[in-house]
């Protein structure tokens, strides 16, 4: 069983991307910008968005964070976004979901300039992707791609099975693994909470990507000898003894399942920070002009 190290994949990658912001800046170029909007006081959304400013520094982005109250209004979330499109400073930004339930997400995304849409959550951004079009890749399928190419992992002809169904991950991962490209060629299988006899389906793939935020959901006896397992999963569930009050729980059982796994990745340390890797690449590519001139 070979552990999919995230953290250093993603280590691997800002490197990557800090050398070419060096190269940059040594040309006088413009330095990318990244800007998030974070709405309300979430203890994950607080602190994945901090992790995304941290990103930035360590690889010499310029950073902004728009930070309201729960209580802001869409209109005025609304507007922020309209300046965010406006302002030629901000090459990209995202929105950090959730969103509270007074404002209608969907809404929120779709006022989003897709050029500066690094989160590639905008409409125009998933059709794109569909199509095969050049497009800004959601960061936590991107990077699940990434992780399969770095470490060679075959997937073409295999039998990819996807739990989960969310516009964030099942959706956008289950039509790039069926892309006639690497990483891709796979049959996929879609599961979700409606799936009747899921382990049927789970148990004859090769590929198991597990994005329903249930922890340990996925136990040993839902999995095949060989496998290679994805654990989207993050859930934060209450442990006393530790200072935090909390630890990360995955969608998969990791010690029962990882002795019958190829690769399996952790939490932490496995899918969460390329999500993070990601979306840099993203703003790089938007400050390049890479997906749209
Ligand atoms: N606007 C967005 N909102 C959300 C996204 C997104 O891509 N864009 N994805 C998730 C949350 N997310 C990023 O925003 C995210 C989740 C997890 C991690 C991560 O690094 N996890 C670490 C553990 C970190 C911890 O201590 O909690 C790990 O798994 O090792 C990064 C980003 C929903 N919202
Ligand atoms: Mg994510």
Redesign the pocket.
Known sequence: MTLLD??KTSEAIQNEIAAEVADIKAKGGKVPHLAAILVGNDG??V???N??VLACERVGFESSLFRYEDTITEVELLNKIGELNEDPAIDGF?????LPKHIDAEKVLEAVNPMKDV?G?HPTNVGRMVAGLPAYL???PAGILQLLERYQIETSGKHCVVIGRSN?VGSPMSILMAKSAYPGNCTVTVCHSRTVDLPSYTRQADIVIAAIGKPEFVTADMVKEGAVVIDVG?T?VTDESRKSGFR?KGDVNFEEVAPKCSYITP???????L??AM?LKNTLKAAKKEVYA
């Not at 995202?94 to 959730?98: A, D, E, G, K």
């Not at 939490?267 to 920070?273: D, Q, R």
């Open positions: 995230g953290k994950g959304s602190t994945y968005v992790n995304k995202i929105v950090q979901l959730p989160d959550f959601p960061a936590t964030i993050t934060r990360l939490v932490p340390g496995g899918v969460g920070p999500t993070i979306l």
